[in-house]
Nanobody, 121 residues
Framework: QVQLVESGGGLVQPGGSLRLSCAAS????????MGWYRQPPGKERELVAA???????NYADSVKGRFTISRDNAKNTVYLQMNSLKPEDTAVYYC???????????????WGQGTQVTVSS
């Protein structure tokens, strides 16, 4: 079994910062891609940022220059540093991992439980 646990959400004023974390545990051989998605109220879930196993990254245009994704492979953990937060960043944020559980096994996608980020004065 694999479990992803997120932390770090909360309420912050516009212009403030938050750091999200997501750690995977359980039977894991390798974590390939890691990503963060968000779902604003009444909208579809969207990709925020992602990183591959070799450290390449990509970002949604709306967060470029403000958000930074990073990973600690030894801890099977991904982070999202969010700076200069805006009210439109308000959403539930989900982490998503591409995990290979055994050598030569299939790759499956796993989701975190979601953490609320609210940007408001």
């Amino acid at each position: 079994q694999v479990q992803l646990v997120e932390s770090g959400g909360g309420l912050v004023q516009p212009g403030g910062s938050l750091r999200l974390s997501c750690a995977a545990s359980g039977s894991i051989f390798r974590v390939n891609a890691m990503g963060w998605y968000r779902q604003p109220p009444g909208k579809e879930r969207e990709l925020v940022a992602a990183t591959t196993s070799i450290g390449t990254t990509n970002y949604a245009d709306s967060v470029k220059g403000r958000f930074t994704i990073s990973r600690d492979n030894a801890k099977n953990t991904v982070y999202l540093q969010m700076n200069s937060l805006k009210p439109e960043d308000t959403a539930v944020y989900y982490c998503n991992f591409m995990i290979q559980r055994v050598v030569g096994g299939n790759v499956d996608y796993y989701w975190g439980q979601g953490t609320q980020v609210t940007v408001s004065s």
